[in-house]
Structures are given as C-alpha cells and as structure tokens.
C-alpha cells in the first residue's frame, strides 16, 4: 500500500492558510475543519510551511494571549518534510517517527497533492492486517 491509495480512499482536499493571516485565523480555520494542522502558502501559493496545533499552543505559551495576534510565519514550522504518492505506508510511517510530525504533505512537481495524517497510516495498517487475517482464516478453514 502506497500514500496514493490512502488519498484515493480519503481524499486530496487540503485546507491552506497564507502566511500572513494570525495565528487566531488559524486556530479557528482548525477548529472548524476538525484538522490538526495546515499547510502554510506564500504570497504566491507555493509551500512555505505547515501550522500545526502545537504550534498555536506554542505562540500562546510564549506570548500570552497576544500570541493570536502573531502572523502564522513567526511560528509555523519552515522546514517541512513531504512525501510522494509512490511512498510506501512504511516509508511514511517512518518518516514521521523520525521527525515527530503527525502530517505529512504530499507533493510531486511542486504541486500540493494531499495530506497524509498519522491517523491516516494507523487506518490503513489496521486495514492492511485485518485483510491478511481474513486471508490466514479462510486458508486455514479450507484444510
């Protein structure tokens, strides 16, 4: 199982901010969406980054209440780790064991895919092995 079959299942849709918008914009556009976090855009719609839920926790810890006043690039995570529809489920899973991150954009070209939550690639790990159990039972049950 790859990241592309995982979006096929869920979805492309992937909810951006721009990095000028505050960090209050933010917090509400996730609570909205029920979302743990958002790909951050530039001026000129490329990936410049991804807000998360901790970090708007962060900016409130540090800042106070003015914290959601801040713009979304004073505290987004500039460094973002992607991957590719071709990655496999393990590669991502590693990926994010590695880095500490929950989200994982997926992006070929330049161009924004999808997003991948760990979530995401419990869900399908789960999935995969019950379809392998049911295999083994039915293997079994015709001896």
Not at 25 to 38: M, N
Not at 84 to 92: F, L, N, P
Not at 116 to 128: F, G, M, N
């Amino acid at each position: 199982m790859n990241v592309a079959e995982i979006l096929r299942a869920k979805g492309a849709e992937v909810i951006t901010i721009v990095q000028t918008e505050t960090i209050e914009a933010a917090a509400k556009v996730l609570r909205e969406r029920k979302f743990g976090s958002l790909v951050v855009r530039d001026r000129s719609g490329k990936l410049a980054g991804i807000i998360t839920e901790r970090d708007i926790i962060r900016a409130i810890a540090e800042k106070g209440a003015s914290g959601l006043t801040y713009f979304v690039e004073d505290f987004m995570t500039r460094e973002v780790k992607t991957c590719r529809t071709s990655a496999s489920i393990k590669d991502v899973m590693e990926l994010m064991a590695l880095r500490r991150v929950r989200h994982v954009p997926v992006v070929e070209n330049g161009a924004l895919l999808g997003m991948v939550s760990s979530t995401d690639v419990v869900k399908y790990r789960l999935e995969e092995r019950s379809a392998e159990v049911a295999v083994l039972r039915d293997v079994s049950r015709s001896r």
